[in-house]
């Protein structure tokens, strides 16, 4: 058909992809349509051919659309606007917010269908917050352009757009937001609102980590200002909560060598302590030193508490030199990991069931890559008995999901 991108195509999307992209299909190949529902008959613009079985295209304009069509929560991300200057970051702001919550449960429920063989039901929860979804991001990434313009990057590129507001934003980081004040010089803007004071702050590129303390119910974290943390004003705690309740009770035993992976600051770690008090035993590994020098703080009040600096996969596969009594409490262990969103990963989860713990929660922010895992896991023994999802990132395509695994 020659070169198609520019070209303006007439589809109908059938199905949501995992992405945020919805799917199409014309004279027998798959497009993948940015801006669309399912159901919708859209004009779109063909950004990407070079596959021979898909292509990309954006939505222009919309010929029949969904009920679940709503105006777009940030007005430069309309579909009345140039795709190539809507922002990113709110790929699902033009669907109505329970819909929206739908889509990603079926995103997820086919992935496990696909990839791991398995049927489940899937509910994606709300978190506490505004009733349309916006105001919760307490951490803003802008970037700088070569003008001194300062935005964020248009959708799936490296240009920076500019915006006057920045409706996912709590309140106090879109106030700080230097959105109308050029920045020459300067690559990148971060503002972020710790919810001990709730006063936003700026961090200019590179520059030196300040340590601030952020909030969950009666207990405080410190992490690094430029170091991870949940993004949803609501996430840590729901998470906590999640994790809390994942954890089978007749399983866990508080002197067993249990496990925290990718633990960060110790969040999951904290959680597993405060659900079953101050003996517990439990190691949270983050391969970010100021991470773990951060969490060996926050998990003082545990004397059987550690952190450690390391990689995931070298600290697991150490596990089978363990001595006989080591192996015998990691046998007894619940484990927690918190993997990024390429997962744990084969390497990763055969190290971990070769020394046999009890119960893993596996909190994921990926659903490919989780139902990926969870096939994995079935394969060495351990089932996926419960599971939830919640909506960390509403008005956009992710979510978080926490699954708990028995050994069977």
């Keep these: ?21 919805s799917v199409a299909r014309l004279d027998g190949r798959v497009v993948f349509v940015a801006d669309a529902i399912p159901g919708e008959k859209v004009i779109a613009r063909v950004t990407d051919d070079a596959k021979p079985k898909f292509w990309r295209a954006d939505t222009v304009r919309v010929v029949e659309a969904s009920p679940h069509r709503r105006p777009h929560v ?14 990113g970051g709110a790929d699902y702001g033009h669907i109505d917010l329970a819909h929206q919550r739908a889509l990603k449960a079926h995103v997820l429920a086919d992935a496990l269908r696909r990839m791991a063989k398995t049927e489940r039901e899937v509910t994606v929860e709300a ?24 935005g964020p990057y248009a959708g799936r590129s490296h240009r920076v757009v500019p915006v006057a507001s920045l409706p996912l934003a709590v309140a106090a980081v879109g106030e ?12 990148s803007v971060q503002v972020l609102a710790p919810s001990s004071t709730g006063v936003a702050r700026m961090v200019i590129d590179r520059q030196k980590p300040t340590v601030i303390s952020e909030v969950v119910g009666d207990r405080e974290f410190r992490v690094d200002d430029t170091g991870f943390w949940q993004v949803h004003a609501a996430a840590p705690a729901t998470l906590t909560a999640a ?7 007749a399983r866990f035993d508080p002197k067993a060598a249990n496990l925290d992976l990718y633990g960060g600051v110790g969040l999951l770690a904290a959680a597993v302590g405060d659900r079953f008090g101050p003996g517990v035993r439990i190691t949270t590994v983050e391969s970010d030193a100021r991470a773990t020098e951060h969490a060996s703080e926050n998990l003082a009040e545990w ?36 993997p990024p969103r390429s997962g744990a990963g084969a390497d990763v989860l055969e190290a971990l069931a070769a020394v046999q713990p ?8 990926d659903p490919v890559a989780f139902a990926r895992d969870v096939a994995v896991l079935a394969g060495l023994g351990y089932e996926l008995t419960g599971l939830r999802a919640f909506d960390l990132f509403p008005h956009t395509h992710h979510v978080e999901a926490v699954g708990s695994f028995f050994r069977s």
């Design 127 to 150: 978190l506490p917050g505004s009733a349309d979804g916006t105001g919760w991001r307490t951490r803003e990434r802008l970037h700088v352009a070569a003008d001194g313009t300062v």
């Design 74 to 87: 940030w007005t430069e991300a309309s579909v009345d606007r140039d795709p190539d200057d809507r922002p």
């Design 358 to 365: 009890q119960q893993l929660v596996y909190v994921a922010c």
């Design 243 to 249: 994790v809390q309740d994942a954890i089978d009770p």
């Design 176 to 187: 700080l937001a230097p959105l109308d004040e050029p920045m020459p010089g300067v690559e």
């Design 1 to 21: 058909m020659g070169d198609m991108r520019g070209r303006e195509i007439e589809v109908e999307a059938t199905n949501m992809a995992h992405g945020g992209e």
């Design 303 to 338: 004397i059987g508490a550690a952190a450690v600096t390391s990689r995931v996969d070298r600290f697991v596969k150490g596990l089978g030199e363990a001595s006989a009594l080591e192996r015998g409490r990691l046998a007894a262990a619940t484990v927690v990991l918190d």
